[in-house]
């Protein structure tokens, strides 16, 4: 397995990912699936700047991710799958067989109820995370490697102000 | 830090609470820490960080940032919010030197100041023992 993490972060590019998994995982490349990102040469260039020169960058549409991950899977060196919220991670374990899915930062909404620190649901992201384990997909909250992984029951049962 | 004599000239922002505490040593050193408004993305979306970001340079007027990662989310929201502001200046990986530097030049224009701060910054770290 070169994908070392598949992650759902809203902030997608940031210290978490390229540091905090980036340097204790030698990670070689990133793929950013984002369907705003994968139109914007702006934002890419943005992302690129961000991340370390010997750390590829890749980014395609959630269409576009479900064709291209099996090209990553055989890639030798170690990756990261990103998306930046729930419902694209979800198409990706029906359709891209993802099978591991760590929840690395999903923050405040007016919809949303804390669970963790750095993670807040609403009602549908809850309902989306939980048909991805009926798919099959093992799912974890674990913002830094660190820290331990956190169950998807769990995660949904917690109630953050009781942690 | 709330001296009403000295104008807000740039933000310090970065992770946790970096900004908090690096303004709290440029205070200390200086007395001039209300140059610099501190900024802090904990706990917010990506969008909400520029969001956030883009109110408080709009509030303040400022056209230079300050952050402490290259990679980190409050150097992309400021890139994001900076972009369509002319003559800006953001500075990835301050430090401390940096920002004694930054907060004692207020007689030019605060972007100039912010490019030597940058130059002063990087001079001012060195090594000592180990092997060559």
New interface residues.
């Given amino acids: 397995v070169t994908l070392v993490i598949n992650r759902i972060d809203d902030r997608l590019i940031h210290g978490q990912v390229v540091v905090g998994w980036g340097q204790p995982f030698d990670i070689a490349f990133i793929v950013l699936v984002n369907d705003e990102v994968a139109q914007s040469d702006w934002e890419q260039e943005l992302y690129r700047m961000g991340t370390p020169p010997e750390m590829d960058l890749y980014f395609h549409s959630v269409a576009d991710a479900v064709v291209a991950l099996p090209k990553y899977r055989e890639d030798k060196r170690n990756g990261i799958l990103l998306t930046g919220d729930v419902a694209s991670m979800h198409r990706l374990v029906k359709e891209a067989g993802v099978r591991e899915v760590n929840i690395g930062g999903i923050h405040h909404r007016p919809d949303r109820r804390q669970r963790l620190r750095y993670v807040f649901l609403s009602p549908v992201e809850e309902d989306v995370l939980r048909d991805m384990e009926r798919e099959g997909a093992n799912v974890t909250a674990r913002d830094v490697p660190s820290a331990n992984a956190v169950d998807l029951k769990d995660v949904l049962s917690a109630e953050e102000a009781a942690r | 830090m709330s001296d009403e004599r000295i104008a807000v000239r740039a933000i310090i922002a970065g992770?946790g609470d970096f900004a908090q505490g690096i303004l709290s040593a440029v205070e200390l050193i200086t007395g001039r820490g209300a140059a610099l408004v501190p900024f802090s993305a904990k706990?917010?979306?990506?969008?909400?960080?520029e969001g956030l970001m883009r109110e408080v340079v709009t509030k303040h007027d400022v056209r230079v940032v300050f952050t402490d990662?290259?990679?980190?989310?409050c150097?992309?929201a400021a890139?994001?919010v900076l972009?369509t502001i002319p003559d800006h200046v953001l500075i990835a990986g301050a430090n401390l030197p940096m920002l004694i530097d930054f907060v004692f030049a207020d007689q030019v224009p605060a972007v100039d100041a912010a490019r030597h701060a940058f130059e002063r910054g990087r001079a001012a770290m060195s090594v000592l023992g180990g092997k060559p």
Avoid: P
């Avoid at chain 2, 706990?43 to 960080?49: A, F, K, N, R, Y």
């Avoid at chain 2, 990662?69 to 989310?73: D, E």
């Fill in positions: 992770h706990g917010l979306s990506g969008v909400d960080i990662l290259q990679a980190g989310s150097t992309m890139r994001k972009r």
